[in-house]
């Protein structure tokens, strides 16, 4: 894709990398094929092509973001499917990270829409105030009908229906500290806890913990880790996810010079998607482009780190067949396909593909929220 950027507008970093990306792209539409909002709406601007097209006028001719561009790049769920799909290798998650970026900088939102994306920002990424909200989410679900029926009020009507009507106790595991081994220590990593899943599901670390242990590796939770800032991240808001990422680069690298690490395990894939770009993210940044390539070197999906120990050998395959469907920032952010299924397979289950595994499910970080009509369509889909 020819450019025509001036040399003063490439002094800005995020332009200069947009442009880089830009010229990559050639057109070929391959992306349009295993784009969710394409194969949903039809529309060519709700198409990878289409948001770039979008991107590079805004940028290339130095406007705010107008109404138009913001409504297709927020209808993109950030599935990268577009990036395993195309052959020229354009770096669709980074572009259009700066093109929220700079949506957020440049453009005024409607006033219930800046105020349900800040209640998001305040909330999600803090334990504590997720599940108050949880709680209080009781008593506002019979006002989701009514919420519905109003266009403005229908993120605040998906968030009352997504609200699980329990919320598991807080789990010990999700506290400070270190999991000695079962055996002989082969190992030690420390583990994200990360910010929503304690919340809503704190089995799934839980059960990771169990059975690090129970294969000779220590696993440490570390005092002062924070949300990997992939929710605020993928709102445009830069610094706010540029600070969690400084403070979690902080904290493991403490942990590896005192203690040593093996690899930082993340059982959240959106999140190790982000946490795997916290060397690019803080390139430049000269106090932390170092620790973070570090730190970006270090993680891994637990799928990766569990494939490659000595696992026990199956006594008894468990008769089971499971469909896996994978999420998309394991199968398209950090490219990981073969691992999960390999070890449901070492597990003795027989592992089906589904049709269409490709396509993202519509729940997306924040999107089920934001976008709950096109969300509820790739659900259902």
């Given at each position: 894709?020819?450019?025509?950027?001036?040399?003063?507008?490439?002094?800005?970093?995020?332009?200069?990398?947009?442009?880089?990306?830009?010229?990559?792209?050639?057109?070929?539409?391959?992306?349009?094929?295993?784009?969710?909002?394409?194969?949903?709406?039809?529309?060519?601007?709700?198409?990878?092509?289409?948001?770039?097209?979008?991107?590079?006028?805004?940028?290339?001719?130095?406007?705010?973001?107008?109404?138009?561009?913001v409504?297709?790049?927020?209808?993109?769920?950030?599935?990268?499917?577009?990036m395993?799909?195309?052959?020229?290798?354009?770096?669709?998650?980074?572009?259009?990270?700066?093109?929220?970026?700079?949506?957020e900088?440049?453009?005024?939102?409607?006033?219930?829409?800046?105020?349900?994306?800040?209640?998001?920002?305040?909330?999600?990424?803090?334990?504590?105030?997720?599940?108050?909200?949880?709680?209080?989410?009781?008593?506002?679900?019979?006002?989701?009908?009514?919420?519905?029926?109003?266009?403005?009020?229908?993120?605040m009507?998906?968030?009352?229906e997504?609200?699980?009507?329990?919320?598991?106790?807080?789990?010990r595991?999700a506290?400070?500290?270190?999991?000695?081994?079962?055996?002989?220590?082969?190992g030690?990593?420390?583990?994200?806890?990360?910010?929503?899943?304690?919340?809503?599901?704190?089995?799934?670390?839980?059960?990771?913990?169990?059975?690090?242990?129970?294969?000779?590796?220590?696993?440490?939770?570390?005092?002062?880790?924070?949300?990997?800032?992939?929710?605020?991240?993928?709102?445009?808001?830069?610094?706010?996810?540029?600070?969690?990422?400084?403070?979690?680069v902080?904290?493991?690298?403490?942990e590896?010079?005192?203690?040593?690490?093996?690899?930082?395990?993340?059982?959240?894939?959106?999140?190790?998607?982000?946490?795997?770009?916290?060397?690019?993210?803080?390139?430049?940044?000269?106090?932390?482009?170092?620790?973070?390539?570090?730190?970006?070197a270090?993680?891994?999906?637990?799928?990766?780190?569990?494939?490659?120990?000595?696992?026990?050998?199956?006594?008894?395959?468990?008769?089971?067949?499971?469909?896996?469907h994978?999420?998309?920032s394991?199968q398209?952010?950090?490219?990981?396909?073969?691992?999960?299924?390999?070890?449901l397979?070492?597990?003795?289950?027989?592992?089906?593909?589904?049709?269409?595994?490709?396509?993202?499910?519509?729940?997306?970080?924040?999107?089920?929220?934001?976008?709950?009509?096109?969300?509820?369509t790739?659900?259902?889909?």
């Amino acid at each position: 894709m020819q450019t025509n950027f001036t040399p003063e507008q490439l002094l800005d970093p995020g332009v200069k990398e947009s442009e880089k990306i830009l010229r990559k792209c050639v057109h070929c539409g391959f992306c349009t094929a295993t784009c969710p909002t394409y194969v949903t709406l039809g529309n060519e601007l709700d198409s990878p092509r289409g948001r770039i097209y979008l991107i590079k006028d805004m940028l290339e001719n130095g406007r705010a973001a107008d109404e138009q561009v913001v409504k297709h790049i927020d209808r993109c769920l950030s599935c990268l499917a577009c990036m395993t799909t195309c052959p020229s290798g354009v770096n669709y998650m980074h572009l259009v990270d700066n093109a929220r970026a700079h949506i957020e900088k440049t453009y005024k939102r409607p006033m219930m829409n800046r105020l349900t994306r800040a209640l998001l920002a305040f909330v999600l990424p803090y334990p504590g105030r997720f599940r108050l909200a949880l709680t209080a989410a009781k008593l506002g679900r019979p006002l989701a009908p009514l919420f519905k029926s109003i266009a403005a009020l229908k993120p605040m009507a998906a968030m009352l229906e997504l609200a699980p009507k329990s919320v598991p106790a807080k789990s010990r595991f999700a506290e400070p500290g270190s999991h000695m081994p079962e055996t002989s220590k082969k190992g030690r990593v420390a583990i994200l806890t990360g910010c929503a899943q304690p919340v809503l599901r704190p089995g799934i670390n839980e059960a990771t913990i169990r059975l690090l242990t129970r294969l000779g590796i220590e696993v440490v939770v570390p005092k002062g880790e924070r949300c990997c800032g992939s929710l605020v991240h993928h709102m445009g808001r830069e610094e706010e996810a540029l600070e969690d990422a400084r403070r979690n680069v902080d904290v493991w690298i403490r942990e590896l010079d005192t203690g040593g690490l093996d690899a930082i395990v993340i059982t959240a894939s959106g999140c190790g998607t982000t946490i795997k770009d916290y060397g690019y993210m803080l390139r430049l940044d000269p106090d932390y482009k170092d620790k973070a390539a570090r730190v970006s070197a270090l993680a891994k999906d637990i799928t990766e780190y569990l494939a490659a120990l000595t696992l026990p050998e199956l006594k008894e395959p468990a008769g089971l067949s499971v469909a896996y469907h994978s999420a998309c920032s394991m199968q398209h952010g950090q490219k990981i396909t073969r691992q999960p299924k390999d070890l449901l397979r070492t597990a003795g289950f027989v592992v089906k593909d589904p049709a269409e595994g490709h396509l993202c499910c519509g729940s997306a970080g924040t999107y089920n929220i934001m976008q709950p009509e096109i969300a509820r369509t790739l659900r259902d889909r």
